[in-house]
C-alpha cells in the first residue's frame, strides 16, 4: 500500500477527521494545481528515474517555495529512497516524496505543535506585521477557545495602528468575548496590565494579546515587544505561555525574514501561517519548520470562523497528493 493511501487511511471513519482532512484538501487547492500538475506533467515526460527527472523536480520544489535547505535534503533524501527501494518508474515518486515530506516536518519535536496550554490561565502573545491578518487570526482562535467550552479575554495591545483597536472589537462583539483596550495611542505594556488583571479577577481561561506590527523601526518595535513580554511575566510568572507570529503564506520566501526579524526579538514559541489557501507556493510551511526550526501551529484554509486548522503535517501533506492518490486508484481501477 502506496504511503499516500495509508495517510488517506488515516482520516477515514470519524467525521470530524474527515471534515478537516476535507479542509486541508480544499484550502492547499491553488498550490495543488499549481504543484501536482506539474509534478503529473514531469511524470508523464519521463518514463524512468533519472538524473534529469531529479533536476526537474528539484526546480518545482524550489517554485513551490519549500525552500533552497529543504529541496537540498529532500533530494538527498529521495535518492537514497529511490535507490533503496529500486523505484523505477516515476509514478512511483509521488509516494515517496509525500513520505519524506512527513518526515522532515515530523523531525525531532512533533509534540510542540499543541498549544501550551495551562490549568490556571493561559496568555497567548501574538505578534506579527500590519496587514498579515493578526486581528482576523485573534478573533477566529477566540472562537475556536469559546466553542471548547474556555472563557476568553482579548487584549488590544496594537494601539498606534488607526482602526486597530476598533477590529479587534468587532471581532470580539462577533465572537462574544470581551475586549481590555484604551484609548488609541496609550503604552501596550499598560493594557497588557490591565488586561492580566482584569483575567485573573474574572477566572478566565485564556487571554490573548495583540500587539504592533510596525517594522518601519524595527529598534522600536523589538523594544517595546520585550516591555510588554516582561509586564505580563511581572503579574504572572510564566506567561506568556505562547508567542505566536502570524504570517502571510501569499508573501512566500518574505514571510521567511519577517520570522527570522521576530524571532530575534521575542521568544517565538509557533508560527500561525494565514491565507494558505490563496497562495500557490504552500511549500513555504516545510520552509519556515526546516530552517528556523518553529513549529507551524495553525494555518489559515478560508474565510469563515472555523477554518483556522490546528496544522497537522499529514494532512497538509495528504492535501498537497491528494490528486495523486486520485490518480494511483483510477490506475488501480483500470488494472483488475
Same mark, same amino acid.
Given at each position: 500500500?502506496?504511503?499516500?493511501?495509508?495517510?488517506?487511511?488515516?482520516?477515514?471513519?470519524?467525521?470530524?477527521?474527515?471534515?478537516?482532512?476535507?479542509?486541508?484538501?480544499?484550502?492547499?487547492?491553488?498550490?495543488?494545481?499549481?504543484?501536482?500538475?506539474?509534478?503529473?506533467?514531469?511524470?508523464?515526460?519521463?518514463?524512468?528515474?533519472?538524473?534529469?527527472?531529479?533536476?526537474?523536480?528539484?526546480?518545482?520544489?524550489?517554485?513551490?517555495?519549500?525552500?533552497?535547505?529543504?529541496?537540498?535534503?529532500?533530494?538527498?533524501?529521495?535518492?537514497?529512497?529511490?535507490?533503496?527501494?529500486?523505484?523505477?518508474?516515476?509514478?512511483?515518486?509521488?509516494?515517496?516524496?509525500?513520505?519524506?515530506?512527513?518526515?522532515?516536518?515530523?523531525?525531532?519535536?512533533?509534540?510542540?505543535?499543541?498549544?501550551?496550554?495551562?490549568?490556571?490561565?493561559?496568555?497567548?502573545?501574538?505578534?506579527?506585521?500590519?496587514?498579515?491578518?493578526?486581528?482576523?487570526?485573534?478573533?477566529?482562535?477566540?472562537?475556536?477557545?469559546?466553542?471548547?467550552?474556555?472563557?476568553?479575554?482579548?487584549?488590544?495591545?496594537?494601539?498606534?495602528?488607526?482602526?486597530?483597536?476598533?477590529?479587534?472589537?468587532?471581532?470580539?462583539?462577533?465572537?462574544?468575548?470581551?475586549?481590555?483596550?484604551?484609548?488609541?495611542?496609550?503604552? #501596550?505594556?499598560?493594557?497588557?496590565?490591565?488586561?492580566?488583571?482584569?483575567?485573573?479577577?474574572?477566572?478566565?481561561?485564556?487571554?490573548?494579546?495583540?500587539?504592533?506590527?510596525?517594522?518601519?523601526?524595527?529598534?522600536?518595535?523589538?523594544?517595546?515587544?520585550?516591555?510588554?513580554?516582561?509586564?505580563?511575566?511581572?503579574?504572572?510568572?510564566?506567561?506568556?505561555?505562547?508567542?505566536?507570529?502570524?504570517?502571510?503564506?501569499?508573501?512566500?520566501?518574505?514571510?521567511?525574514?519577517?520570522?527570522?526579524?521576530?524571532?530575534?526579538?521575542?521568544?517565538?514559541?509557533?508560527?500561525?501561517?494565514?491565507?494558505?489557501?490563496?497562495?500557490?507556493?504552500?511549500?513555504?510551511?516545510?520552509?519556515?519548520?526546516?530552517?528556523?526550526?518553529? #513549529?507551524?501551529?495553525?494555518?489559515?484554509?478560508?474565510?469563515?470562523?472555523?477554518?483556522?486548522? #490546528?496544522?497537522?503535517?499529514?494532512?497538509?501533506?495528504?492535501?498537497?497528493?491528494?490528486?495523486?492518490?486520485?490518480?494511483?486508484?483510477?490506475?488501480?481501477?483500470?488494472?483488475?
Amino acid at each position: 500500500m502506496s504511503f499516500l493511501k495509508k495517510l488517506k487511511n488515516k482520516f477515514t471513519g470519524t467525521a470530524a477527521e474527515e471534515q478537516t482532512a476535507e479542509k486541508y484538501e480544499k484550502g492547499l487547492e491553488k498550490t495543488r494545481t499549481s504543484f501536482t500538475s506539474k509534478i503529473n506533467d514531469l511524470v508523464a515526460k519521463y518514463r524512468k528515474v533519472d538524473e534529469d527527472f531529479f533536476e526537474e523536480l528539484e526546480e518545482l520544489l524550489l517554485q513551490a517555495d519549500v525552500g533552497f535547505e529543504t529541496v537540498m535534503e529532500l533530494m538527498d533524501e529521495l535518492r537514497f529512497e529511490v535507490q533503496r527501494k529500486n523505484v523505477k518508474d516515476t509514478s512511483e515518486v509521488q509516494s515517496v516524496i509525500s513520505e519524506k515530506l512527513v518526515e522532515i516536518y515530523e523531525a525531532g519535536e512533533q509534540e510542540t505543535q499543541e498549544l501550551n496550554m495551562q490549568e490556571g490561565l493561559t496568555v497567548i502573545l501574538f505578534v506579527g506585521v500590519n496587514g498579515v491578518g493578526k486581528t482576523t487570526t485573534i478573533g477566529k482562535l477566540a472562537h475556536r477557545f469559546k466553542e471548547e467550552g474556555r472563557s476568553v479575554l482579548l487584549a488590544a495591545g496594537d494601539t498606534f495602528r488607526a482602526g486597530a483597536i476598533e477590529q479587534l472589537d468587532e471581532w470580539g462583539r462577533r465572537v462574544g468575548v470581551d475586549v481590555i483596550k484604551q484609548a488609541a495611542g496609550s503604552d #501596550p505594556a499598560a493594557v497588557m496590565y490591565d488586561a492580566i488583571r482584569s483575567a485573573k479577577s474574572r477566572q478566565a481561561d485564556v487571554l490573548i494579546c495583540d500587539t504592533a506590527g510596525r517594522l518601519q523601526n524595527k529598534v522600536n518595535l523589538m523594544n517595546e515587544l520585550q516591555k510588554v513580554h516582561r509586564v505580563i511575566g511581572r503579574e504572572l510568572p510564566g506567561a506568556p505561555h505562547e508567542v505566536l507570529l502570524a504570517l502571510d503564506a501569499t508573501t512566500g520566501q518574505n514571510a521567511l525574514i519577517q520570522a527570522q526579524t521576530f524571532k530575534e526579538a521575542t521568544d517565538v514559541t509557533g508560527i500561525v501561517l494565514t491565507k494558505l489557501d490563496g497562495t500557490a507556493k504552500g511549500g513555504i510551511v516545510l520552509a519556515i519548520r526546516n530552517k528556523l526550526k518553529i #513549529p507551524v501551529k495553525f494555518v489559515g484554509l478560508g474565510e469563515k470562523m472555523d477554518d483556522l486548522q #490546528p496544522f497537522d503535517p499529514q494532512k497538509y501533506v495528504y492535501g498537497l497528493f491528494a490528486e495523486g492518490l486520485q490518480t494511483e486508484e483510477q490506475q488501480e481501477e483500470s488494472d483488475k
